[in-house]
């Protein structure tokens, strides 16, 4: 690499893996150039499209993440596709070092009976819908009265308070007009969430879980007999602060004896899922569930006794899993692309010089922000380590963010950036302000999202000539 130029850097992902990546490398004292790809047109990743749009933490995150893309130094190419627009061999030309930081976008497997049946759904699903996903249909069939959630993790949480909660306290967030109609049918009544495991194992978090009580005319009701704790129990509760606030929260809730709302969130402990039942049409009936019981270090047996939850629908909240990206390496059981310490390994098992993963496709889907900064430090200290042994180059002479933007141009893709983001999102709170107040004093809508891939693009690349349709349909 030729001294009079600066290190040119590709990171893949717009999320927080990515942009604390970005910020940790730009910091890092190297002569640095990054260019930051998304291949949505706006970024912020999962914080944007994988999390309740009332969730509690959302605005704080994003406070966060903007003031580092704001500063300039960091040049955001959003709208752009790796393994579609542009090729991983594209990046290697151009830049020096690539990091990939894709996250994980679809639902972990989940292997029972009746998995299959066509009202069992993913969770990674139905929170891009709910959350405006340009890619995914703009409809979804809130039918049922009944719901099954798998899992006892945040994203359950998430779920279960987006079906409960009633559609006029959704319209003070960002959500589409189109799901706010959509919010506005859905007759549920009860939400069951099960969990293989007792209070003292569960992943919820303190604050969601508390949250998840604080919904008008929403009751949350936890079962006497779902408490049992041992040893293993016992020691995880003295040993985290969470889980010992977590235990507590669960027996309020389970101390709690009038439960007069219209819509019920219901907690069920010991419950590992066993089969999804179908009626004489092929829909959904019933979840059956076999009760566990606890075997001393904190992990679960079965007991033999069964049982069934009548609920017309299913949804897996059982973690997410990456998805590959043509030309890396991926390990198609674990979810990730195989890696050391951040450095990708090729098939050979050794480091491919100048590429990179962080976040959650370096890791799997499992840590909070904490984790993403604390992983993405690794990965950044082993780059710098590789381009102060003079080991990162390009494979060719353009390089840097004016060739890719050349190559881009004459792919004819409309790619996004900064400024385009910033208008787009003032664009959207303007949506929001031109509303005005929710009915029964609520408050005002916050903003309202943009859906359709080509209107959020048209926005950010100020292309708006006339009427344009906010919703649209996704991309074939």
């Known amino acids: 690499m030729s ?3 600066p290190l040119n850097v590709a990171v893949i992902g717009a999320g927080p893996a990515g942009i604390y990546a970005s910020d940790i490398l730009a910091k890092s004292g ?5 260019d930051l790809f998304e291949q949505l047109p706006a970024p912020y990743g999962l914080v944007r499209y994988g999390v309740a749009p009332d969730h509690p933490r959302i605005k704080q995150i994003i406070v966060a993440l903007y003031k580092i893309l704001q500063r300039g130094d960091i040049r955001l190419l959003g709208n752009v596709q790796v393994g579609k627009d542009i090729s991983v061999e594209d990046l290697q ?3 020096d070092a690539v990091i990939f930081a894709t996250g994980s976008d679809r639902d972990a497997p989940l292997d029972i009976p009746g998995v299959e049946l066509p009202q069992c759904y993913g969770a990674a699903d139905f929170v891009y819908w709910y959350d405006g996903h340009p890619d995914v249909p703009r409809e979804w069939p809130l039918e049922a009265k009944e719901v099954a959630v798998i899992g006892v993790g945040n994203v359950a949480l998430d779920i279960a308070r987006v079906l409960a909660k009633h559609h006029e306290d959704m319209l003070v967030t960002e ?3 189109n799901v706010a109609r959509g919010l506005a049918q859905n007759p549920i009544t009860d939400v069951h969430i099960f969990g293989r495991r007792g209070p003292a194992q569960v992943k919820f978090t303190p604050l969601e879980l508390r949250e998840l009580g604080k919904q008008p005319d929403v009751d949350v009701i936890v079962y006497e007999e779902d408490f049992d704790f041992d040893e293993g129990s016992e020691e995880a509760i003295r040993s985290s602060n969470q889980t010992k606030q977590v235990v507590k929260a669960l027996t309020n809730y389970a101390m709690e004896d009038e439960h007069t709302a219209s819509r019920r969130i219901h907690i069920h402990m010991f419950h590992s899922p066993d089969s999804i039942l179908a009626d004489e049409e092929g829909n959904v009936r019933a979840i059956r569930t076999e009760r566990t019981r606890l075997t001393g270090d904190g992990s679960v047996t079965g007991t033999g006794e069964f049982i069934e939850t009548p609920v017309q629908a299913v949804y897996r909240a059982v973690g997410y899993f990456s998805s590959p990206i043509e030309g890396i ?23 491919l010089t100048g590429v990179y993963a962080t976040g959650w496709v370096k890791r799997g889907p499992v840590g909070l922000i904490g984790s993403t900064k604390s992983d993405a430090q690794e990965t950044i200290a082993n780059l710098v380590e590789d381009a102060e042994a003079g080991l990162l180059h390009a494979t060719t002479e353009a390089v840097g963010h004016e060739a ?8 004819g893709i409309p790619y996004t950036t900064w400024q385009g983001w910033e208008l787009l999102n003032a664009y ?21 999202k943009v859906v359709c891939r080509h209107a959020m693009t048209a926005i950010s690349r100020d292309e708006v000539d006339g009427e344009i349709d906010l919703i649209g349909e996704p991309d074939a």
């Open 30 to 34: 190297l002569d640095v150039a990054i």
């Open 428 to 448: 959207e709170e303007q949506l929001g302000a031109d509303y005005g107040e929710v009915e029964g004093g609520r408050g005002p809508r916050e903003r309202i």
């Open 175 to 177: 959500i589409p007009e």
């Open 329 to 351: 390496p991926f390990d198609n059981v674990k979810g990730i692309i195989p890696n050391e310490s951040g450095r990708v390994l090729g098939e050979d098992g050794e480091p």
């Open 404 to 411: 890719m933007v050349a190559l881009l141009e004459e792919r």
């Open 93 to 95: 030309e151009h830049y």
């Open 3 to 5: 001294s009079v130029r």
